[in-house]
């Protein structure tokens, strides 16, 4: 149901309305009190004075925002996809296809789409254009495409925002310390909070999402749209170093050979760990490319306020700041993204006894090479820390008491 992505947005806009009353708090927190003077820093910064305050506040922002951003690529890729859906059941409907005739129909199609996505993944000075500005005109290869993308996204959104986004907002509680589980806590957080758990159970509780994404993220198209996205997120950090975004792309390439060496590997006592009634196998990897899609839909919205952000009236002269402290920001997510994806993918690989001497150096190369990648990332979290000691917020509160 495309509605659980409303459902997921609505949980990640109660993490991003957490921010601003825990800076009020933390600011504030010693003001009245004997010996506290205006001007000084414990009056000015109260509780953000301590690194763990606002490091773990920053934690509650990167996830809001990754969770948004999520949540609203999957609410285009809907947007790309009904059109496109609407035309091409219309004229299989016309045609009387149906079943397996319509899954005929439809591999051409699919190899199409995996053909532009290959196409798409190359330096652009190797592309064919004639041949990728016909098959994104292609209706069929079109709805092929974003049906891969919007039945993994869908259920991504609803498991990553409502169920990860309801286990920070207990952090922003927690960082109101006895305060936060009162009626009148500051922006209501404690109900935010209740309220999230809800919403991790509307539209089917995890278990449904994390089903559902274990099939469809075996889909050929979808792996192919996730080597384009390797492709892509290679050439922006060749571009631009020290972003994090070779962190990500190492992330999805284990992930990748991870789900590949599922597919055809036993556990130690012969039985298949791609069966679909194994959850213990499936489901994990279902969490892992839930992380990995939010990290990559947030640096995708970076990047598009890098480059319009500069065209807004009001905000444009600043862009380059706003811009350095969200990229700190998926920096951030990005690592935590990867280090979930890795232990995850590692519990799978070992735990089962499943892989050969071989398949386990080449299955270290690569959760190294992640490892690795992660150079950085505390730099920018302590940038990210510190942005939120200075960030400005309105002296008043805009919300009732």
Not at 105 to 112: E, F, V
Not at 387 to 393: D, N, P
Request: hydrophobic share 45%; glycine share 8%; aromatic share 8%.
């Amino acid at each position: 149901s495309r509605t659980r992505v409303a459902v997921g947005l609505m949980t990640a806009a109660k993490l991003l309305s957490a921010v601003e009353p825990v800076i009020r708090y933390h600011r504030g927190r010693y003001r009245g009190a004997a010996g506290i003077e205006a001007g000084t820093p414990r009056y000015d910064q109260g509780i953000q004075m301590k690194e763990d305050a606002t490091q773990r506040l920053a934690d509650v922002w990167a996830t809001g925002e990754a969770a948004t951003s999520l949540g609203f690529e999957t609410a285009r890729a809907f947007d790309a996809l009904t059109p496109v859906e609407t035309q091409v059941l219309g004229e299989f409907a016309a045609q009387g296809l149906s079943g397996r005739a319509l899954m005929k129909a439809l591999r051409k199609p699919q190899a199409d789409a995996i053909e532009l996505l290959g196409q798409l993944g190359k330096p652009e000075a190797e592309r064919d254009s004639a041949r990728i500005a016909a098959l994104q005109a292609d209706p069929l290869v079109q709805y092929v495409w974003q049906s891969a993308l919007c039945n993994v996204l869908c259920p991504a959104t609803k498991l990553w925002d409502t169920g990860h986004g309801a286990n920070m907002l207990r952090e922003a509680v927690s960082l109101m310390g006895g305060y936060g589980i009162t009626e009148d806590c500051p922006g209501f957080l404690f109900y935010k909070w209740t309220d999230a758990q809800l919403e991790a159970t509307y539209e089917g509780p995890e278990v449904v999402q994390r089903r559902q994404i274990s099939v469809t993220m075996n889909n050929e198209v979808f792996l192919a749209q996730v080597a384009q996205w390797i492709a892509e997120l290679r050439r922006q950090a060749a571009a631009g170093a020290g972003n994090g975004l070779d962190t990500l792309a190492d992330g999805f390439a284990l992930w990748r050979w991870t789900l590949g060496f599922i597919q055809s590997a036993k556990d130690a006592e012969g039985r298949p760990l791609s069966q679909s009634q194994r959850h213990g196998v499936l489901f994990p990897m279902a969490d892992a490319i839930s992380w990995l899609l939010a990290a990559r839909s947030f640096v995708a919205d970076i990047r598009e306020l890098a480059a319009k952000g500069p065209e807004h009236p009001v905000v444009g002269p600043e862009i380059d700041g706003y811009v350095n402290t969200f990229t700190d920001l998926a920096h951030m997510q990005i690592a935590r993204a990867v280090g979930e994806a890795g232990r995850i993918c590692a519990e799978l690989v070992y735990g089962y006894g499943a892989a050969s001497a071989e398949q386990a150096v080449e299955f270290q190369a690569l959760r190294a090479k992640a490892d690795a990648a992660l150079a950085g990332a505390r730099l920018a979290k302590d940038r990210a820390s510190r942005a939120l000691a200075q960030v400005m917020i309105p002296e008043a509160l805009d919300y009732p008491q």
